[in-house]
Structure formats: structure tokens, C-alpha cells
């Protein structure tokens, strides 16, 4: 079966992410007459698109037969795709981070840095992201009673968590925050290097490469450093880290950075900007995590579930077999809509409500499986801590002025979030 032209033609719209209530409909529409069908699209090769919770997880447990490096990871136009392929000497992929590996590779590239990301080794952290949250907090009461929390804040604060965690001296952040956003901003006139949204042209494709590259040579001399210098941050990990006793390959290693520098914080400042803008629409809501901190996780996943920052990833069948009563193909390309799952009603009841008090709250905006995100715990407490910082100082706040997203259909979260506030 083919989905409805003008619902495949709305998920792949980046402009539709940014609208948000677009998208929604467009899946809420595909969960209840096609929840698990083909998108044919000209500029596309043919994706199934799984829209439901179930079905999603179902990929992403059978890591083995659902590959993520065979094809690309992220939705691509066959135009794009042939550029990049040409580039990377036939390979779909302009960076090889554990997103884009199979097993054996991604076991053993995991389990390098995992206990880094584990909450025990977190615990160490928690004293030093305290301190960095609150000079955070106290740069936003400085400000008065405005702020655009998105840029002011939410954009500033995982970012200065993450390349501390790294390693990158504060001097450079500025230059990874408008790299990410160069890469993850693509289609958005207002973040993309080439500053058009001509997505999934050539153009496009040597423009993401121009951005690769520029972070490739930073995290190359940061490389040398290490492996002369080994200092106690992830950079030297990654520097002087063994597979099966040999150093990481140059492409493995520049793209484990990239990939920490990226969504190690964008994801974050997302979710952070986005709750911030749903207390702000919904002053109930804020008075009950005001009135009970205990609510502060509550806060954490529904925000998370509420803004799923990641759109998708792409999965490629390996094998011929049957999903949801579906025949995929052996090399059959799977598009996993996160939002989808994030508002599936046979999950969530009420899921177009943004609920601090929603429980069970088992959304599936970290994804599942093998892949599920090495760094989610540190994103978790990134934010408990700030929210616990600001609430203790944050008394109301409204909205100044209309929110906007950024428009991509891979990683997008609000781009500005005008607030008025009082805090003491
Ligand atoms: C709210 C914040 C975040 C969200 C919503 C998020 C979401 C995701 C998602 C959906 C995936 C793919 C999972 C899958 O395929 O099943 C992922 C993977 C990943 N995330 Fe996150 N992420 C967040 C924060 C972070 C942070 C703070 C880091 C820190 C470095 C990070 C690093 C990674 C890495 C390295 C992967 C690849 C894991 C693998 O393929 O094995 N993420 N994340």
C-alpha cells in the first residue's frame, strides 16, 4: 500500500516540522488509516513509513535485521544520496558515529565511551553542571524581566555542559553551536551555511560537507593534542581509545566527536526551550512543578515527549520478513517517526496534552534497542538541574511574543522563545 501523496509530501516537509501542528495531523491521519505503508515520492526512493509505537520499537529491537548503515540514516533525496556516495567512495554515510554502524563496530564503539554516559560516572559531573546551571539562572535574572529563552539560555547551557565533557575550551563554543546549527539546520534559510533551503541538492549535500570538514579539522588538532597531552575529558578517550587493540580509524574518530558536539547538546536545548514555551502557554501546569519539585521529572519526559527533537532515523531491512502484517523487502528502507510514536493514542491517552503528571510516560524520543541514546542520562540531568536551579528563583513567566521552530524534518526544536518573567 502507498500512502496519500499529500500526507508523504507533509512528513518529509521540513517547513511542516516547524509548524508542528501539521505534522501531527498528518500522522495522527497515517496511525489511523495507514500506519505502516510506503511513501513514493519522486525526489525519494520508496520509505515505509512506521508511524506507531509498537511498530517502532518492534524495528529497533531487531537490530540485526534492521540495519542502520546499509543505507543512509537519514531520510535523503536520491540526488543527495548519489553526491554524498560519490564523495565517500560509494558509501551512503559523510560520517561514520555510532549511528551509522552495524554490529560488530557498533558494539565495540560503544562500549568505549559508555561508561562515560553511565550515571555512575555522571554523579561527578553533578556538582560541576550545578554550578554551571546557576550561573545560568543568575545570567537570566540579570536580564530583567525579558529574555529570549531559546538563544539566551536553553541554545547556551547543554552546549557549555557537553564541550566541558569533551574537552573544547569555552572560547571555541560559539563556533560548535553555529557549526551544529550549519548541519542540523540545513533546510532553514536562517541556520544553513548556504543560506537557502534548496534540501537535498547537490548544493545541499557539498554545503553539509563544507560544515563535516570544518569540524573534522578542529577535532583533528584536538586529537594530537590528547594523544600527546591525555587529559581526564571524553576528547582523550576518543583520542587514545583501542578497537580490537588498534587506535580508532581517522573517520570513525572525527565523526565520534562530531557526534557528541552535536547532538550532545542541540537535542537538549530543544527539549529545554520547548518546555519552557509549553509552561509558559500553560500557567496551571507551571504553578504545579512550582508547587511540588518533585515534579520535575514528570516535567523532564513530557517535555521530551513533547518537543522529540529527533525527528527520525532511517532503518534498512536486511532480510526479507513481516512487520505489522506488512512484506518488507530485503533492502526495504524504514523511515521511524519518533513524534509519531510520541503521540500514538494507543500509548498515550490524551497526547496532544502536555501533562507534567502523565504516568506512564514511555515515549520513545531517546529511541530503543542497541542505538537507544548513549547520553541520555546526562541529557536527564542536565536538565533536572536547571529546572531545579530556575524554579527556585522563577516565580511566573509568560510568553512575549509568538515561539517559532527551526524548519527540518531530521533534528529541529524551537529557534526562539520570547519569555517575560519575574524571578527573585
Ligand atoms: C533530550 C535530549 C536527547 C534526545 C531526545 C536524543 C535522542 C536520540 C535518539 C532518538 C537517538 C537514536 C536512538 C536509536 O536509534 O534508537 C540518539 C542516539 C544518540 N545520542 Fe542522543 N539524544 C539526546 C541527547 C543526547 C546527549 C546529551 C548526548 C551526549 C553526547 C547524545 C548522544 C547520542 C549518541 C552518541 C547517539 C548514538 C547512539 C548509538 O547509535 O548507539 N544524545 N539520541
Redesign the pocket.
Known amino acids: 500500500m502507498t500512502i496519500a501523496q499529500d500526507l508523504a509530501q507533509t512528513i518529509v516537509d521540513p517547513y511542516a516540522y516547524a509548524d508542528g501542528q501539521r505534522v501531527d495531523e498528518a500522522f495522527a491521519r497515517l496511525r489511523r488509516e495507514s500506519p505502516l505503508d510506503r511513501a513514493e515520492l519522486e525526489a525519494f526512493d520508496p520509505f515505509w513509513v512506521v508511524t506507531r509505537h509498537a511498530d517502532i520499537k518492534e524495528v ?1 529491537r531487531q537490530n540485526d535485521l534492521f540495519h ?1 548503515g546499509d543505507r543512509s540514516t537519514v531520510l535523503t533525496t536520491i540526488e543527495a544520496d548519489r553526491r554524498v556516495r560519490a564523495m565517500m567512495g560509494g558509501s551512503p554515510h559523510l560520517v561514520r ?3 551509522q ?1 552495524d554490529n560488530p563496530d ?1 558494539f565495540a564503539y ?1 562500549h568505549l565511551t559508555q561508561g562515560s ?1 553511565a550515571p555512575q560516572s555522571l554523579r561527578a559531573l553533578e556538582a560541576r553542571i550545578r554550578e554551571i546551571a546557576k550561573s545560568f539562572v543568575e545570567r537570566m535574572a540579570q536580564m530583567g524581566e525579558r529574555c529570549d529563552f531559546a538563544r539566551d539560555i536553553a541554545f547556551l547551557y ?1 552546549l557549555h555542559v ?1 564541550m566541558e ?1 569533551i574537552g573544547v575550551p569555552e572560547a571555541d563554543e560559539p563556533r560548535m553551536l553555529k557549526l551544529t546549527q550549519e548541519l542540523f539546520g540545513g533546510a532553514d534559510p536562517d541556520l544553513s551555511r548556504s543560506g537557502d533551503s534548496a534540501l537535498g541538492t547537490d548544493a545541499a549535500v557539498d554545503s553539509l560537507q563544507s560544515v563535516v570538514a570544518d569540524f573534522m579539522t578542529y577535532f583533528n588538532a584536538m586529537t594530537e593534542d590528547r594523544r600527546a597531552n591525555p587529559r581526564n575529558d571524553l576528547a582523550s578517550v576518543i583520542a587514545n581509545g583501542k578497537i580490537n587493540g588498534a587506535p580508532l580509524g581517522h573517520l570513525e574518530a572525527m565523526s565520534y566527536y562530531i ?2 558536539a552535536t ?3 542541540d ?2 536545548s ?2 529545554t526551550a520547548g518546555a519552557l514555551w509549553a509552561l509558559a502557554e500553560r500557567p496551571a501546569q507551571f504553578a504545579k512543578v512550582k508547587a511540588n519539585p518533585a515534579l520535575i521529572s514528570g516535567l523532564i519526559e513530557e517535555s ?1 515527549r513533547w518537543v ?3 525527528k527520525h ?1 532511517m532503518r534498512t531491512a536486511t532480510a526479507d520478513t513481516e512487520l505489522a502484517g506488512r512484506k518488507i523487502a530485503k533492502g526495504d528502507w524504514l523511515m ?1 517517526s ?1 513524534p509519531s510514536g510520541n503521540r500514538d493514542e494507543a500509548v498515550f491517552d490524551n497526547p496532544f496534552e502536555f501533562d507534567v503528571e502523565r504516568m506512564p510516560n514511555r515515549h520513545v ?12 542520562h ?2 536527564r540531568m ?1 536538565m533536572r538541574i536547571l529546572w531545579e536551579e530556575l524554579f527556585a528563583r522563577l516565580d511566573r513567566v509568560e510568553l512575549d511574543g509568538t515561539p517559532r521552530n527551526m524548519a527540518a524534518s531530521f533534528v529541529c526544536g524551537p529557534k526562539t522563545v520570547p519569555i517575560r518573567f519575574k524571578m527573585h
Do not use: K
Request: charged share 5%; net charge negative.
Open positions: 529497533e542502520n558515529a555510532l549511528v554502524m557498533h560503544r554516559f547543554p557537553v565533557v557526534i557528541a547532538a550532545g547538546h537535542t537538549t530543544s527539549t521530551i522529540t527533537p529527533v532515523f521511524l519518533y524520543a531517546f529511541g530503543y534497542g542497541a542505538h537507544v541514546c548513549l547520553g541520555q546526562l541529557a542536565e
